[in-house]
C-alpha cells in the first residue's frame, strides 16, 4: 500500500475554484483502478493550503494513473491556481507492532 501526501499551496482567490473542481474529479480519481482512498484536507490556520490524501495499491497504480489522460487534463485545470510548487511526499504504511 501506498500513501501519497500532496501539500498544495494555492493562490488565494483560487482555493474555491479548486475544492469545485477537486469535487467533479475526486469521484473519478477513486475509481480509478488501485485507487483506495482520496481525501482533501485544508490547513487549520492557512486556508489557501490543501493536503490531498491518498491510497493506492502501489508505486506502479499510482504511476499509471499520473500517466492517465484523467491526471493530466486535471492537473492542467489545477496547477495555474498553485502559488508555489506542490510538495509530494510517499509512504508505505509499516506492519503494525
Known amino acids: 500500500m501506498l500513501i501519497r ?5 494555492l493562490k488565494p482567490e483560487a ?3 479548486f475544492q469545485q473542481e ?15 482512498q482520496l481525501h482533501l484536507w485544508m490547513d487549520l490556520e492557512l486556508n489557501h493550503i490543501l493536503t ?11 504511476n499509471d494513473y499520473r ?10 485545470l489545477v496547477k ?6 506542490a510538495m509530494v511526499h510517499s509512504y508505505v504504511r509499516l506492519p503494525k507492532e
Not at 5 to 9: C, E, G, K, Y
Not at 68 to 76: E, G, I
Not at 80 to 85: C, E, K, S, T
Request: glycine letters at 2%.
Open 80 to 85: 495555474p491556481m498553485f502559488a508555489a510548487p
Open 67 to 76: 500517466e492517465s489522460s484523467l491526471f493530466k487534463t486535471n492537473w492542467a
Open 22 to 36: 477537486f469535487s467533479v474529479m475526486a469521484p473519478k480519481i477513486r475509481q480509478y483502478p488501485g485507487c483506495h
Open 5 to 9: 501526501l500532496v501539500r498544495l499551496t
Open 52 to 62: 490531498t490524501y491518498s491510497e493506492w495499491d502501489s508505486e506502479s497504480s499510482l
Open 15 to 17: 482555493v474555491t475554484s
